[in-house]
């Protein structure tokens, strides 16, 4: 069975400061890596995905992350933080094995602060 | 593109009482899913439907729950008698090409339910 783990539940950066949020899975076969954003009230927006090739992923807003199969690793950054980032982002992983779609198992969540 | 339409936005009711939600994907999506996010926690897959039949149920709690996606389109999620535990919001998304894993899902804002 495949896990999602995200160190850090909270995570306070300055603005303009870098911003990195750790996420690590367990899986016996790399799976799709996939970060989310939920702002208050809100549903997921998806930042960034990984399925194949190049390991270095861009998405939006100035984000992106590194896929790192040795450390079973998928981080997001930002290399400036601006205060519309206060967000809680979800790493999720889909099974590139089983059948059925795209079915996400996510880690808990990282609530990020952006202070002045 | 419109997206990914949920009702209500918020409900309270009592324990043991029934309620519902009701979910209109994104047109021409065949895939479906149903998710409960617990405070604090990471979404957690209920159902996935593709197009009007069920792919994985198996994390919904059928003594309970029940969910149905007739004609392939919107979907409904019950709960009967609801407990205390099921306070959550209840997100529901839906994907283009279910045979795709890496097809990136799009998520409603959700039913935030509170049970007194």
């Known amino acids: 069975a495949q896990s999602v783990t995200q160190l850090g539940s909270h995570v306070s950066v300055s603005e303009g400061a870098l911003v990195l949020l750790r996420c690590n899975y367990s899986s016996s076969v790399p799976p799709y890596l996939f970060w989310y954003v939920q702002y208050p009230n809100q549903g997921l927006q998806l930042l960034l995905k990984?399925?194949?090739?190049?390991?270095l992923v861009k998405g939006i807003n100035g984000f992106e992350a590194e896929f790192k199969k040795s450390e079973t690793s998928f981080h997001l950054t930002k290399p400036s933080a601006h205060m519309s980032d206060a967000a809680e982002y979800f790493c999720?992983?889909?099974?590139?094995?089983?059948?059925?779609?795209?079915?996400?198992?996510f880690g808990t969540g990282t609530q990020l602060k952006v202070e002045l | 593109e419109a997206g990914v339409a949920q009702s209500p936005r918020y409900k309270i009711i009592e324990k043991r009482q029934s309620v519902a939600f009701w979910c209109n994907p994104i047109s021409g999506h065949a895939t479906l899913y149903w998710y409960q996010q617990i405070l604090g926690q990471g979404p957690k897959l209920l159902i996935q439907?593709?197009?009007?039949?069920?792919?994985?149920d198996s994390q919904l709690p059928k003594d309970r729950f029940s969910a149905e996606r007739l004609k392939g389109v919107d979907s409904t999620l019950k709960i009967q008698p609801a407990k205390l535990e099921d306070s959550a919001v209840y997100l529901c998304a839906s994907s283009l090409v279910p045979e795709a894993r890496n097809t990136e899902a799009f998520f409603g804002q959700g039913t935030r339910l509170t049970v007194v």
């Open positions: 439907f593709q197009n009007n039949g069920v792919v994985d």
């Open positions: 999720a992983v889909s099974d590139r094995l089983t059948g059925g779609g795209n079915k996400l198992t």
């Open positions: 990984y399925t194949t090739g190049a390991t």
